[in-house]
T-cell receptor, first 117, second 115 residues
Framework: GAVVSQHPSWVICKSGTSVKIECRSL??????MFWYRQFPKQSLMLMAT?????????EQGVEKDKFLINHASLTLSTLTVTSAHPEDSSFYIC?????????????FGPGTRLTVL | AQSVAQPEDQVNVAEGNPLTVKCTYS??????LFWYVQYPNRGLQFLLK??????LVKGSYGFEAEFNKSQTSFHLKKPSALVSDSALYFC?????????????FGQGTTLQVKP
């Protein structure tokens, strides 16, 4: 399957700071990237859908000014958690739909563990 | 609204025994169904999918799933469980109202395989 990386794999930050998480597709171009967050032992919650060159589409209840998404190229999307607070601590996972391929299969990154102190 | 449900929070199986992880769906139209597995502190790994065709779908690591339209189910199965199969399993359905391939996930089922 396709390879998707995320950086960093884990990050600890102080409350009020901003954190940027990168999602890269390593061996293919991505039409669409998805950002999820996952609380312990719970399902994935879709936060937003990111298309290259256009604004991200946020799910209901997700603050777009707090979770900034930039899909600058066909292989890179970034999620910036602005003014992070302890309640933002979570596991953030991206997934990718390959360009030119079926949009049906998503390939997931390994996730980023964010802890806000 | 489209949804998937995994009725079991946890499934316990002895190594070598067959396993089943249940999933039911509710969609308007033909469903696109998926199974993913998640190991601790890792992202999701694709196991298999059903789009059209044979109701029995074979996937990675010896897993298979049977699409049953009359029961609106897509249960994940494996004839002989391994301890290494212990993980969190998610069933998902493609959101047909979206053209981006957006997935809707079930709650997840923890599979525990004991030696």
């Amino acid at each position: 399957g396709a390879v998707v990386s995320q950086h960093p794999s884990w990050v600890i930050c102080k409350s009020g700071t901003s954190v940027k998480i990168e999602c890269r597709s390593l061996d293919f171009q991505a039409t669409t990237m998805f950002w999820y967050r996952q609380f312990p032992k719970q399902s994935l919650m879709l936060m937003a859908t990111s298309n290259e060159g256009s604004k991200a589409t946020y799910e209901q209840g997700v603050e777009k000014d707090k979770f900034l998404i930039n899909h600058a190229s066909l292989t890179l999307s970034t999620l910036t958690v602005t003014s992070a607070h302890p309640e933002d601590s979570s596991f953030y996972i991206c997934s990718v739909s390959p360009r030119g391929g079926s949009t049906d299969t998503q390939y997931f990154g390994p996730g980023t563990r964010l802890t806000v102190l | 609204a489209q949804s998937v449900a995994q009725p079991e929070d946890q499934v316990n199986v002895a190594e070598g025994n067959p396993l089943t992880v249940k999933c039911t769906y509710s969609v308007s139209g033909n469903p696109y169904l998926f199974w993913y597995v998640q190991y601790p502190n890792r992202g999701l790994q694709f196991l298999l999918k059903y789009i059209t065709g044979d109701n029995l779908v074979k996937g990675s690591y010896g897993f298979e799933a049977e699409f049953n339209k009359s029961q609106t189910s897509f249960h994940l199965k494996k004839p002989s469980a391994l301890v290494s199969d212990s993980a969190l399993y998610f069933c998902a359905v493609r959101d047909l109202s979206s053209n981006t391939g957006k997935l809707i996930f079930g709650q997840g089922t923890t599979l525990q395989v004991k030696p």
